[in-house]
């Protein structure tokens, strides 16, 4: 079976968890972080934790390429970053594909608090 970004269309979702408004973790890939985490129960026991996603349909290597070089850095420009925030930089390339070939999902563990 053909891996999800080589099947046509399919959908790239761009989701952020905020604190106090500024990006906490952010993730641009096949599946949202509220897949990962318990995005409710986060928000419901620290009020200072939102959440936001965007997703986009992309029919071709162009529009997928587009979503993560482009349309997915400009979304994110509408918070700032947590100065305790994890990962790299939203808004900055950096060099997956030479690290591990250009298929890339990376996320941070969450703790809360900090």
């Known amino acids: 079976?053909?891996?999800?970004?080589?099947?046509?269309?399919?959908?790239?979702?761009?989701s952020?968890?905020?604190?106090?408004?500024?990006?906490?973790?952010?993730?641009?890939g096949?599946?949202?972080l509220k897949d990962k985490y318990d995005i409710e129960n986060l928000i419901k026991n620290h009020p200072q934790y939102s959440y936001q996603e965007k997703a986009w349909p992309v029919f071709?290597?162009?529009?997928?390429?587009?979503?993560?070089?482009?349309?997915?850095?400009?979304?994110?420009?509408?918070?700032?970053?947590?100065?305790?925030?994890?990962?790299?930089?939203p808004f900055i390339d950096d060099d997956f594909e030479g690290l591990?070939?250009?298929?890339?999902e990376v996320v941070k563990t969450l703790k809360v608090g900090s």
């Open 1 to 14: 079976m053909a891996h999800w970004c080589d099947t046509w269309p399919h959908t790239i979702v761009t």
């Open 16 to 28: 952020v968890i905020l604190k106090d408004n500024k990006i906490k973790l952010w993730k641009t």
């Open 30 to 32: 096949q599946n949202p």
């Open 60 to 89: 071709n290597d162009i529009d997928h390429e587009k979503v993560f070089a482009d349309y997915s850095k400009k979304w994110f420009k509408q918070w700032e970053l947590h100065e305790k925030h994890l990962g790299g930089s």
């Open 100 to 104: 591990i070939g250009g298929r890339y």
